[in-house]
């Protein structure tokens, strides 16, 4: 536990030296999980959403993308449910006086349940060796088979407690399993409460003609308020999908991981229109396509699972999380949703406007199913920095910290770096310098040892050095660092736009989905 927790320091303390992620509001003593992106992190942020971006609304000619108000007309909050129904069941520990989301302190149970079930499986492993059956293993060993039970049968009476509202047996749930306070031990708990995560914010001058408004807490329902604009702007038929980026904010009761769960943060999210009873299949589609985008980045296929929701949210009749290891476990990274005809028909009730399609195949009017496919951005960006960053020792036994990110989305593609600033050679270099910049984002730097500005740019993800000395000026040659093997070689200067770019196109990661 211990280590994983220096693990997380480690990426926290790396984005904030390296100008990725700053606390915001620092000088105010900051402002609780909340952050800014610094000029390294907004570039990486960028090309994520780039690669997102074009794999959707680009790679898909009936996908395209939008860009809605996060101020909206309160009722459409009403319709979607979130008046209602967007609250978190909080707890307190009366003894740390600390606040809990109370599902997420009984999953964190089964977790640890799944993790016992887990190291049965790898004991197994080691002692079976080759001969080892995983698959008959799991479904036969007493042990993993109890585990396994135990979780299902917590989680199930957990979600229909939920959705009956009965919230003294989620509390009877967290006594009988003798959950505890993480941090200090103490099982003494208040009851459970319902908490609504939306902010609240008010439209107009004057305190009394002020409308109440609420901060979007999903970018969702921008798109399916838009559907018939952009449906008939665009001519798409069905099915089609639109895509947007933006900022969601929730009031989260707990928020204590870093940019995993924050209070201000942004989704991508794409809302796929489909005909009535089609929808589990596009599920199923989406559910690969978007586990394929992931596994594109080359993060390791065993760091991503999925979780099928038991407890569907109000909307849905099929969900699944695509989950990654983080640093602190495997935790839900993007959301793959049916949401059925819900949202639009609750549009349709509330506004009094028909949200409807004309299906010319099937020579009807209907409401179309959506499928829905949600990822926190700043979760993705979490789950690629703390994957990515990684402490080597070198063959001559020295260490050097080293971001490997995927090349396409390192904030700079390459450094240009004259060996000095004498004898022409910031000239010459500043000459490479403007000719690049017109194709990629370039960092440039004169002061300090080679060595060690070859270090700085491992730490923040640099593909490519290009280190400009005396014989360039006269053989029009540089020497190119590759970050990932740290070997030199030498490469005319003509060759660099194509070299630069076979390796950090987003073309490498779009042909992999
Ligand atoms: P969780 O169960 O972790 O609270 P959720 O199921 O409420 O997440 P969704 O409403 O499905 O999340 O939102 C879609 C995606 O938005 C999530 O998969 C996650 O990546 C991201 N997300 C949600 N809440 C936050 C947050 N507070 N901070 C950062 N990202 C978030």
Avoid at 251 to 278: K, L
Wanted: hydrophobic share 40%.
């Amino acid at each position: 536990m211990a280590k994983q927790e220096d693990v997380f320091k480690k990426i926290i303390s790396h984005a904030k030296e390296y100008g990725f992620i700053f606390p915001s509001s620092e000088i105010y003593d900051g402002l609780s999980a909340i952050y800014d992106y610094g000029q390294n992190g907004a570039e990486l942020k960028n090309n994520i959403k780039q690669y997102w971006w074009k794999a959707m609304v680009q790679l898909n000619d009936n996908i395209v993308g939008i860009d809605t108000a996060i101020f909206m007309h309160p009722t459409i909050w009403k319709a979607s449910g979130h008046v209602d129904a967007f609250n978190d069941p909080l707890i307190d520990n009366k003894d740390s006086k600390k606040r809990f989301r109370a599902d997420v302190l009984i999953e964190d149970y089964c977790a640890k349940l799944e993790d016992k079930a887990d190291k049965e499986i790898e004991k197994a492993a080691k002692r079976f060796g080759d001969a080892f059956d995983k698959k008959e293993f799991e479904s036969t060993n007493p042990r993993v088979l109890e585990y396994r039970e135990k979780q299902k049968t917590i989680l199930s009476r957990m979600a229909q407690s939920l959705e009956k509202e009965d919230l003294g047996d989620v509390k009877a749930l967290i006594e009988e399993l003798e959950i505890a306070d993480p941090e200090t031990g103490s099982k003494n708990w208040t009851d459970v409460r319902q908490f609504n995560l939306m902010f609240g914010t008010k439209l107009g001058a004057s305190a009394d003609s002020a409308t109440d408004l609420y901060l979007r807490p999903e970018t969702a329902q921008g798109i399916f308020v838009n559907f018939l604009n952009v449906q008939k702007t665009s001519r798409q038929k069905l099915p089609f999908g639109i895509a947007q980026i933006g900022k969601a904010f929730r009031n989260e009761i707990v928020a204590r991981q870093f940019i995993f769960r924050m209070r201000e943060f942004e989704q991508m999210e794409m809302q796929y229109f489909v005909p009535p009873g089609t929808e589990l299949g596009f599920y199923e589609t989406w559910k690969e396509k978007r586990l394929n985008w992931h596994l594109a980045l080359g993060l390791g296929a065993e760091n991503y699972k999925f979780h099928d929701h038991e407890k569907l949210a109000h909307y849905a009749n099929a969900a699944a999380d695509i989950e990654f290891k983080f640093p602190f476990g495997f935790k839900e990274l993007e959301g793959i949703h049916s949401r059925t005809d819900f949202d639009l028909s609750a549009h349709e009730k509330h506004s009094g406007r028909k949200l409807q399609y004309f299906d010319s195949e099937r020579n009807e009017n209907y409401v179309p199913y959506v499928v829905e496919t949600s990822v926190g951005l700043d979760r993705l960006f979490l789950a690629i920095f703390s994957n990515c960053l990684k402490d080597e020792v070198l063959e001559d036994g020295s260490e050097r910290t080293v971001l490997s990110l995927p090349p396409a989305l390192a904030p700079y593609k390459a450094a240009i770096l004259p060996l000095m600033k004498k004898d022409g050679l910031a000239e010459y270099a500043q000459t490479i310098f403007d000719d690049l910049k017109f194709d990629f984002n370039l960092f440039y730097e004169e002061k300090d040892a080679i060595g060690k500005r070859y270090r700085r740019q491992d730490a923040i993800g640099t593909p490519f050095c290009i280190t400009i000395d005396h014989d360039s000026l006269t053989e029009n040659t540089v020497t190119l660092r590759d970050r990932d093997t740290m070997k030199q070689e030498r490469v005319a200067v003509a060759d660099l736009r194509r070299i630069i770019d076979e390796k950090t196109n987003f073309r490498n990661l779009l042909s992999k989905i």
